[in-house]
């Protein structure tokens, strides 16, 4: 199989650098997968799990939004938020659902309420792969 190049970086640091054979990425419109060889894109990334498939098996990295592109030089992920899923704070993703349900709570029907759903929705399914009843 040939290698696809991948670099995920977050702000705080290059989490990820070095070839691979896939990467399962969660774009807004849908989870992907690339592959060497992928069409050029850019999106933006969904809060979700980043999965890569290499030589030593696949790595979780849950990631909480960013953008990703897809070019003849492989893929690159600029990553919100990107730790390992062992490395994750559940406490942290707990206390985004808080504040989403509170926000969605005290809003009325509108196009930001929708787009606020959406990513609580977003967050539980983390939620639910991080205590082990998701199946992804």
């Known amino acids: 199989m040939a290698s696809l190049h991948f670099e995920l970086v977050s702000p705080e640091k290059l989490v990820f650098s070095g070839d691979v054979d896939q990467v399962d990425v969660p774009g807004v419109e ?76 005290k809003m009325g029907p509108s196009a930001e309420l929708d787009k606020l759903i959406t990513q609580l929705d977003h967050y539980r399914q983390v939620d639910r792969h991080l205590t082990g009843t998701a199946m992804h």
């Open 30 to 105: 849908g989870d992907f997968g690339v592959l060497a060889g992928h069409a050029p894109l850019v999106t933006t990334l969904r809060p979700g799990i980043l999965t890569v498939h290499g030589a030593g098996g696949a790595q979780k990295i849950v990631v909480s939004g960013g953008f990703a592109e897809v070019s003849a030089q492989g893929l690159t992920v600029l990553a919100d938020l990107a730790e390992a899923v062992e490395a994750i704070d559940r406490g942290m993703i707990t206390e985004r659902i808080s504040a989403l349900q509170e926000r969605i709570a």
